[in-house]
């Protein structure tokens, strides 16, 4: 059975910084790409990191600088670290795996598997 727990998330004030985690079993994590999305109500749900299978990451242009992906392949589990927090920010934060999408720059809805969501909330 596939799980995917993301835990870390909250409410800060803007300019706090929190780390998400994302804990999985039930698939060959190590092999799979990771991603962080995000998702505000009524909008499309946005990519927000992503690492590769070889460990190579992406961002997108609004977190880059500010936030960083990463994975710990003994103890599968996914990370998004994220400082310099801003109300635009907030948002419920979703873990998601797939062996091949984020080679070819898949869309969310690709994404074969996928943790319940974590709510972050940045005050101004």
């Known amino acids: 059975r596939v799980q995917l727990e993301e835990s870390g998330g909250g409410a800060v004030p803007s300019g706090g910084s929190l780390r998400l985690s994302c804990v999985t079993s039930?698939?060959?994590?190590?092999?799979?790409?990771m991603t962080w999305f995000r998702q505000v109500p009524g909008q499309e749900r946005e990519e927000v990191a992503v690492?590769?299978?070889?460990?190579?990451?992406t961002y997108a242009d609004s977190v880059k600088g500010r936030f960083t992906i990463s994975k710990d392949n003994a103890k599968n589990t996914l990370y998004l670290q994220m400082s310099s927090l801003k109300p635009e920010d907030t948002a419920m934060y979703y873990c998601?795996?797939?062996?091949?999408?984020?080679?070819?720059?898949?869309?969310?809805?690709?994404?074969?598997?996928w943790g319940q969501g974590i709510q972050v909330t940045v005050s101004s």
């Open positions: 998601a795996a797939d062996q091949l999408a984020c080679l070819y720059g898949g869309s969310w809805d690709e994404y074969k598997y």
């Open positions: 039930g698939f060959y994590f190590s092999r799979y790409c």
């Open positions: 690492i590769d299978s070889d460990g190579s990451t």
